[in-house]
């Protein structure tokens, strides 16, 4: 029902619910469109919506743990420490053509996109590093073709890596541990391609006889994308093509596993994020 | 009798609202370490409100996160002369909070699951933690007392409809579908219930001058 312009008596009486939220769509848009001309109600309103939010004082829940609440805040400031690199990034220009692409998009993208571009701007430097390397290798001549060789193949490496996770139908998921443990991952979906790249860091090695699995958990369930060990600085890449719907996604996880994996995820997740996340 | 309400928080509200200011001052040209001591300064207020409406770790925590992100990046649009910075902050992370409910709420329904399935233990605790910082922990424990003993005050039917509205976000119609009360009763409990708060803290703020 399309709510008439309201009298200031009557928008008087509904500003507390207003101030609350308690209000019925209509019944709140023509308050507030009444108060946005008339100072009184506005004034009224705000006085109203700050003693609101006094309620959430009167909330009483146990202390948070302290790794949990530790976890919350580093993701934040590494989002953050992100965000305004590639803020500065875009301000100054940035040198790598396909970081450049995420970065113009950062601008009013969220929280995971952030991340996203964190990990684009890491790969883009290891591209550059080992390209640095690959021209000094390729000047020494022929002695040293294996060597080059070996550097060439990394380049295309991180080429291919930096192509599957800037595409422009491209879905993110992040992943977190449960555990205390500062890990957290990034699943990146090229919905084009039917890519799959999982990025992840600070991943601890899995014990003797274990491996790590990954999982697309859909709605009709888990679907193993391959099992990995991390490098040892805990470092992931894994790289899958699997076709799915694109409301089929529910969550993304890591398992530990029984080496060789399993047909159905069985050990403790390791890492994991739902597809309710994801971000476009 | 009445338990008296606890003034001095006012003592120091005025350095908490400069000091709130100021951080996201900061965070607007980019300073991480000021989105840092924001956290550190409000995790446990909000945490404990969006506990309160989810009822669930996991999603109360994604929700604190998602809301302390939203204010990182819309520091530099934050008008002072449109609310304080914790009305910002609590509004933010209240309707992050409602949104997700709204949407658990939905998915139950499709799934049919049964609700007690995700309430969790936290919601039952009565401690209230106070953040790293004594004097922010101060002030937040003075005005947490403060409130409660304002909504304690109030007839139960009007602190009930507050907190329907407040907590679960039900619409005045939503709460007279609920509470089996015809809708002008409920719209008149939740008119006087909040001007009632807003009159109590006003009392305070001036005995605190």
């Known amino acids: 029902m399309k709510h008439e312009p309201v009298r200031h008596e009557e928008a008087w009486e509904l500003l507390a619910a207003a101030a609350l939220d308690a209000l019925d769509p209509d019944e709140m848009a023509a308050v507030m469109r009444h108060a946005r001309g008339c100072e009184r109600c506005s004034a009224e309103f705000g006085a109203l919506r700050e003693a609101a939010a006094q309620l959430a004082f009167a909330a009483s829940a146990g202390a948070v743990p302290g790794s949990r609440r530790a976890a919350m805040r580093h993701r934040l400031l590494v989002h953050a420490r992100a965000d305004e690199e590639a803020s500065t990034g875009e301000r100054s220009g940035a040198t790598v053509r396909s970081s450049r692409r995420l970065l113009r998009s950062l601008v009013a993208a969220s929280m995971l996109l952030a991340a996203s571009v964190a990990v684009v701007a890491w790969l883009a430097h290891d591209r550059a590093r080992l390209a640095d390397a690959l021209r000094v290798a390729s000047e020494r001549g022929t002695a040293e073709q294996a060597v080059s060789d070996s550097l060439r193949d990394a380049v295309a490496e991180r080429d291919t890596l930096i192509a599957g996770i800037t595409g422009e139908d491209m879905s993110v998921v992040s992943l977190a541990a449960n555990a205390p443990r500062q890990t957290w991952a990034l699943m990146f979906w090229n919905r084009s391609t039917n890519g799959w790249t999982f990025i992840a860091y600070n991943l601890p090695q899995p014990a003797a006889g274990r491996t790590y699995q990954l999982w697309l958990v859909t709605t009709r369930g888990p679907i193993s994308a391959g099992t990995f060990a991390p490098a040892s600085n805990g470092e992931a890449i894994v790289r899958a093509t699997y076709a799915l719907p694109r409301d089929a996604l529910k969550a993304v996880a890591v398992t530990d596993e029984p080496t060789g994996g399993v047909p159905q995820p069985t050990g403790p997740f390791v890492v994991s994020g739902t597809g309710q996340n994801a971000t476009r | ?209």
């Not at chain 2, 003592?11 to 951080?23: E, G, K, Y």
């Not at chain 2, 996160?65 to 990046?73: D, G, I, N």
């Not at chain 2, 329904?109 to 233990?121: G, H, I």
């Not at chain 2, 609920?178 to 002008?184: I, R, S």
């Open chain 2, 1 to 209: 009798m009445n338990p008296p309400f606890p003034a001095r928080a006012y003592h120091r509200a005025s350095n908490v609202v400069d000091d709130d200011l100021a951080l996201v001052a900061r965070m607007a040209t980019g300073d991480e370490s000021a989105l840092a001591a924001f956290f550190d300064r409000w995790h446990e207020v909000v945490s404990a409100m969006v506990a309160r409406i989810l009822r669930d770790a996991d999603d109360a925590d994604d929700v604190v996160e998602e809301a302390f992100w939203q204010v990182w990046r819309q520091a530099p649009r934050y008008e002072a002369g449109r609310g304080s910075v914790q009305t910002w902050l609590l509004t933010i992370a209240r309707t992050r909070a409602l949104d997700r409910l709204r949407a658990m709420r939905r998915r139950r329904e499709e799934s049919l699951e049964d609700d007690a399935a995700s309430v969790d233990a936290r919601a039952a605790g009565t401690n209230t933690p106070t953040p790293d910082d004594p004097a922010v922990g101060a002030e937040h424990s003075e005005r947490m007392a403060l409130v409660r003993t304002a909504l304690q005050r109030l007839p139960a039917e009007q602190r009930s409809a507050l907190e329907l509205a407040y907590y679960d976000g039900l619409s005045q119609s939503e709460i007279a579908e609920q509470t089996g009360q015809p809708l002008g009763t409920v719209k008149t409990r939740v008119r006087m219930a909040l001007q009632k708060l807003r009159q109590a803290l006003d009392i305070l703020r001036e005995e605190a001058r």
